[in-house]
């Protein structure tokens, strides 16, 4: 007789981010090799099972500011008329240190499904006392299905930057009081 594996899904209670202690970032294909960038400023919140996030597209911080302002643009992000990226949890599935979450994302106005995955740790209780738990996930969309279409070819006419990006985060949740 063989057993059926437990699942659970995320930890029961409201979480709110550790900003000090959480990133979220993209990896792309540049040319070459990968380029990298991140959100400063991440917000999320755990409750009632779902995982919910905005990052603002202000703060998105890569190695050249003139980069950083070009991704402002409606060339990119577009942020004047979309400000922030937006992340909202349809469906968690978890079995052991393992999740997937089926999910929609937002970006330049734009809704679409996307599914991260990764690891999550069990709620832990911290040096001061706070019960907190960890996520580290992945997950790929196209980003011209989000109207972010620009290019730059190459001289052989191929793309510099490739459509599929990678989003990586790594969360840590507090328990709210």
Known sequence: MSTIEQTQTLPAGSWKVDPVHSE???????MAGTFRGSFAKV???????????????SS?????????????TPDF??????????????????????VTIDG????????????????????ITDPWGNER??????????????GVNWNNPLPTGEPALADEVELVAELQFVKAA
Not at 61 to 68: A, H, S, T
Not at 81 to 91: E, G, I
Not at 133 to 145: I, N, V
């Open 24 to 30: 979220l970032g993209f990896n792309v294909d540049y």
């Open 60 to 72: 998105v911080q890569v190695k050249d500011p003139n980069l950083e302002a070009h991704l402002q």
């Open 104 to 123: 929609e994302i937002t970006i330049k106005g734009q809704t679409r499904p996307i599914e991260i995955a990764g690891t999550i740790t069990d709620p």
């Open 133 to 146: 738990f960890g996520l580290k996930l992945a997950g790929a969309l196209d980003r011209t299905a989000f």
């Open 43 to 57: 917000d999320a919140e755990v409750a009632d099972g779902r995982l919910t996030g905005t990052a603002d597209v």
């Open 77 to 98: 992000f577009d942020a004047e008329r979309n400000p922030k990226l937006n992340f909202v949890s349809k469906d968690v599935r978890r079995a052991g240190d393992e």
